[in-house]
C-alpha cells in the first residue's frame, strides 16, 4: 500500500527502489522514515495507505495472480504458460522457442 500512496504523491518508482534497497530492514517505521525521506506530504500518505481504490488495486492483482497460478515473486511467464527454471539461458531458448512456434503457425 505504501508504494501506491507515494504514486499519488508521483514518487512511487523511488519508493519502490528505496524498498527494494531497505528489503531486509522493512518494518512500519522503515516505511514511514523512507516516506519522509521522499518528502511526501506525511498525512495524505497516510490517508491514501487507507485508501479503498489501492486496496481494490492489490486485490485485483492478487486474483488476477491465483487465477494464472502465480505461486510467489519472481514468477516469469513466456507467452501464458509459467517458467519453473528461470535461469537467463533457458529464458532465452524459451522465448526463441516461442518466438519460432507463432513464425511457424502465423497465417501467411
Same mark, same amino acid.
Given at each position: 500500500m505504501g508504494a501506491l500512496a507515494a504514486r499519488s504523491q508521483g514518487k512511487f518508482w523511488e519508493f519502490h527502489h528505496a524498498l527494494l534497497k531497505n528489503y531486509s530492514a522493512l518494518n512500519e517505521a522503515k516505511i514511514l522514515s523512507i516516506a519522509k525521506e521522499l518528502g511526501l506530504d506525511m498525512a495524505r500518505y497516510k490517508n491514501d495507505r487507507k485508501s479503498p481504490a489501492n486496496r481494490a488495486l492489490i486485490e485485483a492483482d492478487l486474483k488476477d495472480a491465483s487465477q494464472i497460478g502465480v505461486r510467489g515473486t519472481p514468477s516469469v511467464f513466456v507467452n501464458g504458460k509459467r517458467v519453473k527454471n528461470r535461469y537467463l539461458g533457458n &529464458?532465452?531458448?524459451?522465448?526463441? @522457442? !516461442? &518466438?519460432? @512456434?507463432? !513464425?511457424t503457425h502465423a497465417p501467411k
Open positions: &529464458l532465452i531458448g524459451i522465448v526463441a @522457442s !516461442e &518466438l519460432q @512456434s507463432r !513464425e
